[in-house]
């Protein structure tokens, strides 16, 4: 651990600048800050309020391009959320020494980050520094996922849709391919009974995992709407206790799973119609509800003001349902009050809304913001502190994701106006 961490104004500084670089730089940055205080190899991310990508990774690539979702689970079980939990742990196919950091929820499912550390024993200070680095990052990144960008939410729900629907067809696949392997070995046909016996297990514990996989996605991708509205209740229940208007909740009669993005939304649309309708005089009485049916969530405010004047929708929450499709009705009569119902669909068409670019990891980002620039490789790996042979390895992923042949096709889509890539860290 280098000394700079002793240093209070150091730690603060380093605090600062991590909650203020946007959410999408966030863990290669934090990743980076880590290595100074707990050396390491890689690291992976599964975070539970990003519907765009609950699972990342980052460094040696013979690593990090081997871990899998089954092996994130399995850990994700072994971590105490709050604390830094040193494990043997298996982890991109082997065996490792594993640093567990886990965050307790703010939004969705909370967070977990396993490091792979080049020491086999961690000092105990750095752990513990690291264990509430962590819950305070992440109890930001909860803020911030529940005040998203309304192009950011459109982007989260279809890469989340389509994520969803290259998972399910993966699951049949494989499914149909276990099930078969699980007839062919129960067969009278093979003699071995030994072989017969292993293989059965093998392929029973592949299917566990598969179905746990799919299971884990659908977690971090929703939220029940019960627990979802749950959650907005105990933001209101402060406001509830002092404001003069009553305020009556009422929430959804089915349980049915939400996309994070439409309940982080439903929130913020419901939590600011309430506070709207507080502020208008001579308002006595507020009931606000959620009703599912079908594909699409209603979210109903009702109000007894007799006085409509100022009754519209704040432009930001207007924008917030219109990057996801949603819709809204205000009716106010004098005398009788506003109701204000807003609509907001379940279900996303994934394919017309995702970019090109929303296909690359952090790092190919990176590497593609270099190329833009008309760097060679050796310039972007030192940049990047990476091997030229790990750019051309990027790069020919680069140019596989986006469909193209050539660096200067590839530079030219980065600059095209869909692009989200990030600047080549100096330092």
Known sequence: MDDCWSDPRYVLDVVERLLSVPRADLYGLFSAELGKLI?????????????????????????????????????????EPGTAVLIDGVLGGAERRLVLLASAATVGNGSLLIVVPEE????????????????????????????????????????????????????QTYATTLTTLLAVLRSGRVTDDVARRTG?????????????????DQALSSEP????????ENQIAALA??????????GPDSDTAIPQDIAHTARTVT????LAAVDRPKTTRIRASWRLDGPVLYITVRDDCPDPAGAVLAHSLAQRLTALGGHWEIDAAPGWGTTTTATLPLEVDAPEA????????????????????????????ERLQLSEHTVKFHVRNILDKLEVSSRGEAAALASSGGTRSRQLRTG
Not at 140 to 146: I, P, S
């Open 39 to 79: 050396p390491h190899r890689a690291t992976a991310i599964q975070t539970g309020d990003c519907a765009r990508s609950p699972l990342a990774v980052a460094g040696d690539q013979a690593i990090a391009e081997r871990v899998t979702s089954a092996e994130v689970l399995r850990l994700a079980d072994r971590s």
């Open 354 to 381: 995702i970019r090109p670019l929303d296909r690359l990891n952090p790092r190919e980002l990176e590497v593609l913001s270099g190329i833009a620039r008309g760097l060679r490789n050796r310039t972007i790996a």
């Open 241 to 250: 206790r002092h404001a003069e208007a009553g305020i009556e909740l009422v």
């Open 225 to 232: 709407a019960a627990a979802s509205f749950a959650m907005l």
């Open 200 to 216: 059965i297990d093998i392929a029973a514990e592949a299917l566990i995992n598969l179905r746990a996989v799919a299971d884990r």
């Open 120 to 171: 086999t024993e961690p000092p105990t200070a750095a752990l513990e520094l690291a264990a509430r680095l962590w819950r305070v990052l992440s109890a930001d990144q909860g803020r911030r996922a529940t005040d998203q960008e309304p192009d950011v939410l459109a982007g989260n729900l279809a890469a989340a849709a389509a994520r969803a629907e290259t998972l399910a067809d993966l699951g």
């Open 271 to 274: 939590r600011g119609l309430v």
